[in-house]
């Protein structure tokens, strides 16, 4: 009888491996696809109208802005011609950018209607200031700069 004991002690046991390598799988596949769903769980994507509902945004108008750009003549920077809104070319009459300011302000822009200053990197300071006094002198308030290119 010893001698079948110890037969038995000899004896490996492998539990089947393929059912274990299909289950590893699984979880792998499992926990590399749940995060990609968990950022869109409860989150649904719609177009209604901001403006009805319990708690409507009021639409905010959307203003264009008036650009005054300032453009270096080549004089050593003494030199400046102005052009407004892309379309109307003043020369270097500061006088005539205030007037056609206070046009608008007649046509009924509010003071608060915005107004970009740009310059380019070779005007003067000095210029810069004066289309500034203008703005100011047509009653405008809300005056932004460009950084000069």
Known sequence: MRSTSRKRENVKIQPPMT??????????????LMPSSAGREGYLTTNLPRDQGPNPIPQK??????????????NEGEGVSI?????????????????????YRARGLQPTH??????TMAVRHKFVVRAFDAAVTARFTNINFAVPR
């Open 114 to 119: 915005p107004i970009l200053i740009s310059p």
């Open 61 to 74: 108008e959307i203003l264009e802005r008036l650009k005054i750009e300032l453009l270096d003549e080549g």
């Open 83 to 103: 052009v407004l809104n892309d379309t109307q070319s003043l020369g270097d009459n500061f006088a005539g950018l205030r007037a056609a300011l206070e046009g």
């Open 19 to 32: 059912p274990m390598i299909d289950c590893i799988f699984q979880l792998l596949i499992f926990f590399m």
